[in-house]
């Protein structure tokens, strides 16, 4: 059975100060990781996904196979960051049965 | 272009009743997916549809169910309902509904069951 642990369901961090949102996950097949956003009063999206590489809003995550982990970090915080974080996961290349994490809050004080 | 729709978006019912939700992906998506959120489980997938057909199902009872239109549009309808099926419902569409596609979320249909 695929399973998302996030440990922390509330981080607060200053302005400036660096983030990081921890995800590990246990799967036996290959699996895709994503991280989701929800702003306050907004509809769930897609911030990044590990098989796209990519940086957005300062956000990267890095795929840790061998400690199965997918933590995402930011260098510096930024108010507009405060929001609610999904870490989840489905099968590579499989249909999309998507396992969501439990979340965390990150509040980024001013 | 129009994105993920959800009715009813509120919605309070009584135990033992049915209700069905309705979700219209955006246009040209193909699959649907709906999850229930909760605050002590958190975002649980229930089931995923594609051009009519049910190809996943997440471990929820028979009780929950869904169906897909030729249009895409989807319906879940949940019977005998429970004091514990209160719950944000919610759609998510794709393109082609596998993991490498993005998907997009409605807004969800609150569901109060009293």
Redo the contacts between chains.
Sequence with gaps: AQRVTQPEKLLSVFKGAPVELKCNYSYSGSPELFWYVQYSRQRLQLLLRHISRESIKGFTADLNKGETSFHLKKPFAQEEDSAMYYCALSESGGYQKVTFGTGTKLQVIP | KA?VTQTPRYLIKTRGQQVTLSCSPISGHR?V?W?QQTPGQ????LF?Y?SETQ??K?NFPGRFSGRQFSNSRSEMNVSTLELGDSALY?C?S?LA???????????GTRLTVL
């Excluded at chain 2, 490498?100 to 409605?106: A, D, H, W």
Aim: charged share 10%; no cysteine; aromatic share 22%.
């Design positions: 994105g699959s997916s999850y958190g975002l649980q997938f995923e594609f190809r996943n997440g919610l998510a794709s509904g596998n993991s490498y596609n993005e998907q997009f979320f409605g807004p």
